[in-house]
């Protein structure tokens, strides 16, 4: 499990899904939108939430059709399927690796651009908080999405459709997090269905997965 984990960082930092590309998107939809919505400190402080979280989201949804997509092409997923490992392990360290590359370095430098959108004090733990619990959910459910459509051309658009729908829910919890923390507010009953999103995909999700690409392989 280690080894295969290991092989995933190194071939999605190399094959270029890896933080930068995430990371630079993050940081463009960061700067653009004081530009679109104007200056005013008191409509982005406002709107701060939502749009980190947004582009927290759309960086994740870069790099999602890449997970299977290397392993499709050169026969390495065949070779995984009928490993001593059961599929629904291997399904949880790609989505794994997808975290790691993607969206913890988004966790990281999310308070950085926090200051770019002239987020309050106190929604910077808050902030970060709900992003460390939300993540993981887009991972996993990214990892199902990737699994439907590996092996299709041009996957990615109907990876895109598949996979927003179900991002929604996080979306909602995530920047509601953020802005009741932000505001001073109570956080318990958002970030407690965040957690429960969070932990019921990687509960059920690898099993969906790891079923979905038994199937493809046929």
Not at 18 to 35: D, E
Not at 141 to 169: C, D, E, M, Q, W
Request: charged share 10%.
């Amino acid at each position: 499990m280690i080894a295969l984990l290991m092989r995933d960082l190194r071939l999605a930092v190399r094959a270029g899904g890896g933080f930068g590309l995430g990371l630079a998107f993050f940081l463009i939809v960061t700067v653009l939108v004081p530009f679109g919505v104007g200056p005013e400190t008191g409509l982005l402080t406002r709107i701060a939430p939502g749009v980190l979280w947004i582009g927290a989201l759309l960086a994740c949804l870069l790099s999602l059709d890449r997970i299977f997509a290397l392993d499709w092409e050169d026969g390495s997923l065949d070779l995984l399927a009928t490993a001593p490992l059961p599929m629904e392990g291997i399904v949880s360290i790609k989505a794994l690796a997808h975290w790691l590359t993607t969206a913890l370095p988004l966790v990281l430098v999310a308070p950085v651009l926090g200051l770019l959108l002239n987020l309050p004090g106190p929604g910077f733990p808050w902030l970060v908080a709900s992003l460390a619990i939300g993540t993981p959910a887009l991972s996993v459910i990214g990892t199902f999405g990737a699994a439907l459509t590996v092996g299709l051309k041009r996957g990615g658009l109907l990876l895109s459709l598949l996979v927003l729908p179900l991002y929604v829910p996080t979306l909602i919890f995530g920047a509601e997090v953020a802005r009741r923390g932000a505001e001073g507010l109570d956080v318990q009953t958002p970030l407690l269905m965040l957690a429960g999103i969070s932990f019921g995909t990687m509960a059920l999700l690898p099993f969906a997965s790891a079923a979905v690409l038994r199937i493809n392989l046929r």
